[in-house]
């Protein structure tokens, strides 16, 4: 780990990152309310990204913490002009820890490296959102009772969507069966397949996963956005085999849960919501606790 | 040397020549090892004939001996190119370059996304040996190929 900042859920190791899923654990049984007492964290938001802010923000303050911070670039002295360096050596100076958010890739790891205390990167661009992979490896695990061994469907935009790409990384080494479905214009990317090809980890494609649904353990549903087809016709054709109803669960295993990074728009039927097997709400708790969990161990405070 | 037709380019007593270049990437290289300022005298023939490349580049760069992380950066441009080292008009060393594992400020990331293009910093590039050169940006984690690279 550099400075021991946190930029891209690689930067740590399956140890550390089952020590951090450990340290989740404790926290979710028992609160620390003055862990963070006499700290301060700033929450730098390039872009707007409120329930990731609200998730970051809500972890410091049930540790005793005080947040300060931005959530709209246009009032701050990004806009008129001052690079990145100086906004974050300046803000250095005012905090213990930074969480950042910005439109672009690799600008938190950057950040890192001109910082003085440590960087946690709350997502760059399409690039990296490792506190995300935490949580979705948290949820998992709390749910299933084991990270080993998982049948994980992924569905919808496996293309651009970065928590599946580094969902698919992190756990690669906990001998998991993937199955990608999506329409073949968002297909997992080569790089990834590759990547799993090196480890050795089993994967298969498809582009409709209703009749398959009784294998999974988990569905991690995410949302294919309309802008990403060029043609109209083809999405309007095709969106509805992305969209996960209740009907469809009535096979599933009991212990099945429905992971999604959020926000959802209509690839999960409402319906669904009050099913057992929903469990995306409780995902985003789970958020707060891989959160209080990072800044943790990032600050020392946790080893 | 035996061959004395092949001197277009004029000897040097003490230096380097820099031998098999690209022919198209002569002025690529130069821009690299940034003659523009160095006081050395430094002669070049472009478009030579050459029997392994058919066309080919020399520089030749007198009272100059490269350090190894100066030199290595034209192997991402010419990785065909060789190095002689002349001490008092002989071959005293030959060697070929050699693709470092990472370079920094000399090419731009493909990525317009990526915050080496928006901020006044350095770019840095880990070097991929594959079937060809690429460059995997130390931060935005993007691949630059070798079609793609272009100088700053």
């Known amino acids: 780990m550099e400075n021991n900042s946190l930029i891209s859920i690689t930067d740590f190791s399956t140890d550390e990152i089952l020590r951090v899923l450990e340290i989740a654990a404790d926290f979710e049984k028992k609160p620390e309310p003055h862990l963070l007492d006499g700290k301060v964290v700033s929450t730098l938001f390039f872009e707007p990204s409120t329930r990731t802010r609200l998730s970051f923000e809500s972890a410091v303050n049930r540790m005793g913490g005080r947040v300060i911070g931005f959530s709209d670039p246009n009032i701050s002295s990004v806009s008129k002009g001052e690079t990145l360096k100086d906004t974050i050596r300046i803000v250095s100076n005012y905090c213990d820890l930074i969480v950042m958010r910005h439109p672009l890739e690799g600008s938190s790891r950057y950040a890192s490296e001109v910082a003085t205390v440590p960087v946690v990167n709350a997502g760059d661009g399409a690039h990296q959102h490792p506190t995300q992979t ?24 496996l293309k651009y969507g970065r928590t599946v790409h580094s969902l698919v990384q992190a756990m690669a080494p906990f001998n998991p069966v993937f199955h990608f479905v999506s329409h073949q214009k968002l297909r997992m990317p080569n790089e990834y397949k590759q990547y799993l090809d090196s480890k050795g980890v089993k994967y298969y494609e498809h582009e409709q996963f209703a009749d398959l649904i009784p294998e999974a353990d988990v569905i991690y549903m995410t949302r294919v956005q309309k802008e990403r087809f060029t043609d109209q016709v083809e999405y309007e054709k095709t969106k509805d085999f992305y969209v996960l109803k209740n009907s469809m669960l009535a096979n599933a295993k009991p212990s099945m849960k429905i992971l999604h990074p959020l926000p959802r728009i209509n690839e999960i039927s409402q319906d669904v919501d009050s099913n057992p097997h929903a469990y995306y709400f409780e995902q985003a708790m789970n958020g707060v606790y891989a959160r209080q969990a990072v800044i943790s161990y990032v600050l020392g405070l946790k080893k | 040397m035996s061959n004395k037709k092949e001197l277009i380019v004029s000897a040097i007593k003490d230096g380097t020549v820099i031998d098999h270049i690209p022919a198209k990437d002569l002025f690529k290289v130069i821009k690299i090892l940034d003659f523009e300022h160095m006081p050395n005298q430094v002669t070049f023939g472009g478009n030579l004939e050459s029997k392994s490349m058919g066309k080919k580049a020399i520089i030749k760069v007198a009272d100059k001996f490269f350090a190894d992380s100066e030199i290595n950066k034209i192997a991402l441009i010419a990785p065909t190119a060789n190095l002689n080292i002349i001490r008092n008009y002989e071959v005293i060393d030959k060697k070929p370059v050699q693709l470092p594992d990472s370079v920094v400020g000399l090419c731009k990331c493909i990525n317009p996304k990526c915050i080496t293009n928006s901020e006044p910093m350095q770019t840095k590039f880990e070097v991929v040996k594959d079937d060809s050169v690429s460059l995997r940006c130390h931060y935005c984690g993007k691949i630059t190929d070798s079609e793609h690279f272009t100088l700053l």
């Open chain 1, 134 to 157: 935490l949580l979705d490896m948290y949820s998992i695990k709390k749910t299933q009772g084991r990270l080993d061994n998982i049948n994980i469907f992924m569905v919808g935009d």
